[in-house]
């Protein structure tokens, strides 16, 4: 199947600054890629879509100033956290469906926590 | 966005077959049934999908109720790695994953 990877795997930051995460997907082009975030015991919860060469939209109640995204190019998306506080930590996922879009290929996550 | 209800948890025994069960009573004509499936501290993976035919494929098979209503994921000879959670999701083409809260599988030796 596709893949997709997410990098880093785990992130530790002090309060106040600002983490980036990459998703690439590496044997196909994404026009649009997802991002997730997944708090322990619970689903995952979309947090915006990310269309390259233009702008993300985001999900009801996120906030884009906090959680800039960039779809740079057609295998590269990105996630920067600004300002990260200990509530951002969670388990960030990026996904991405290569061709029509049926089958969506996820990456491996990325776990941040805030201190 | 169509939902579907799934039991929480189920439990299973290593290499017996599993029947993890999905309802999905306002699934419209044009959605799709995926599963997909999401280990300990990994990023979900794609199991199957269908839309009206039963499904096979290595890792599982998908069986589509006639009128649509519910599923059933069938793994035929469970193993300690498919414990997981199971995702049934609704959906449509290139539209986004939306999660619910799937079943936690336990896989007994």
């Known amino acids: 199947g596709a893949v997709v990877s997410q990098h880093p795997s785990w992130v530790i930051c002090k309060s106040g600054t600002s983490v980036k995460i990459e998703c690439r997907s590496l044997?196909?082009?994404?026009?649009?890629m997802f991002w997730y975030r997944q708090f322990p015991k619970q689903s995952l919860m979309l947090m915006a879509t990310?269309?390259?060469?233009?702008?993300?939209?985001?999900e009801q109640g996120v906030e884009k100033d906090k959680f800039l995204i960039n779809h740079a190019s057609l295998t590269l998306s990105t996630l920067t956290v600004t300002s990260a506080h200990p509530e951002d930590s969670s388990f960030y996922i990026c996904s991405a469906p290569p061709g029509q879009g049926n089958v969506a290929f996820f990456g491996q996550g990325t776990r941040l926590t805030v201190v | 966005d169509a939902k579907t209800t799934q039991p929480n948890s189920m439990e299973s025994n290593e290499e017996e077959p599993v029947h993890l069960p999905c309802n999905h009573s306002t699934i419209s004509g044009t959605d799709y049934i995926h599963w997909y499936r999401q280990l300990p501290s990994q990023g979900p993976e794609y199991v199957i999908h269908?839309?009206?035919s039963n499904v096979n494929n290595r890792m599982a098979s998908l069986a589509i109720a006639e009128d649509r209503k519910s599923s059933t994921l069938i793994l035929h000879r469970a193993t300690l790695r498919d414990a997981a959670v199971y995702y049934c999701?609704?959906?449509?083409?290139?539209?986004?994953?939306?999660f619910g809260q799937g079943t936690r599988l336990t896989i007994n030796p």
């Open positions: 269908g839309l009206t």
């Open positions: 044997d196909f082009q994404a026009t649009t």
């Open positions: 999701i609704l959906k449509q083409g290139a539209q986004k994953l939306v």
């Open positions: 990310s269309n390259e060469g233009s702008k993300a939209t985001y």
